[in-house]
């Protein structure tokens, strides 16, 4: 079955400190992974996808097939990173995307 | 100049009431997408129409129909709400989810939909 695992519901952490928001998948297929984000009163967008291999923001996430994994990184986080983060799996065309349930980073001073 | 914008906001109606959501992208994509988002956070495909045809079709109750007019508009159509039905309805659109699985989606403001 197509699944996305985001096992933490929040994740809190001092600024400067670093950042990793955890994403499993599962997915028979070749995978398409992204991240999503939504800022406070803001609307969901794209943060990264992996084919991109960019850094967004001070973010990289990095697909790793052996282990499933699609762990979004930041070396130093910042108050202004605060946001809901979801990880979703592109599936079998038509852009159908499947979700993970979400973890939401605090940053605290 | 907003992307994708839904109507209303906030919608809050009484069991058994009918009710649509609409929405709108002003950003010429080709396909359009309806999610739910339950109390959970938890964000699920309901729909996709890709240029007025219906793509996507995820296990939803049929008092859920979607409309889609033409491609800049994917309205949402619940008959005999249910509490269960209570929960944020996102809208959002692509450049082409009929072949690729790339495209960034745009979405919407969303939805709060309370049932009483």
């Known amino acids: ?109 | 100049d907003t992307a994708v914008s839904q109507t209303p906001k906030y919608l809050v109606t009484q069991m058994g009431n009918d009710k649509s959501i609409k929405c709108e992208q002003n950003l010429g994509h080709d396909t359009m997408y309806w999610y739910k988002q339950d109390s959970k956070k938890f964000l699920k495909i309901m729909f996709s129409y890709n240029n007025k045809e219906l793509i996507i079709n995820e296990t939803v109750p049929n008092r859920f129909s979607p409309k889609s007019p033409d491609k800049a508009h994917l309205n949402l159509h619940i008959n005999s709400l249910e509490l269960g039905d209570s929960a944020v309805y996102f809208c959002a659109s692509s450049q082409d989810g009929a072949a690729r699985s790339t495209d960034t989606q745009y979405f919407g403001p969303g939805t709060r939909l309370t049932v009483l």
């Open chain 1, 1 to 109: 079955a197509q699944r996305v695992t985001q096992p933490e519901k929040l994740l809190s952490v001092f600024k400067g400190a670093p950042v990793e928001l955890k994403c499993n998948y599962s997915y028979s297929g070749s995978p398409e992974l992204f991240w999503y984000v939504q800022y406070s009163r803001q609307r969901l967008q794209l943060l990264l996808r992996h084919i991109s291999r960019e850094s967004i923001k001070g973010f990289t996430a990095d697909l790793n097939k052996g282990e499933t994994s699609f762990h979004l990184k930041k070396p130093f986080a910042q108050e202004e990173d605060s946001a809901m983060y979801y990880c979703a799996l592109g599936s079998g065309g038509y852009n159908k995307l499947i979700f993970g349930a979400g973890t939401r980073l605090a940053v605290h001073p």
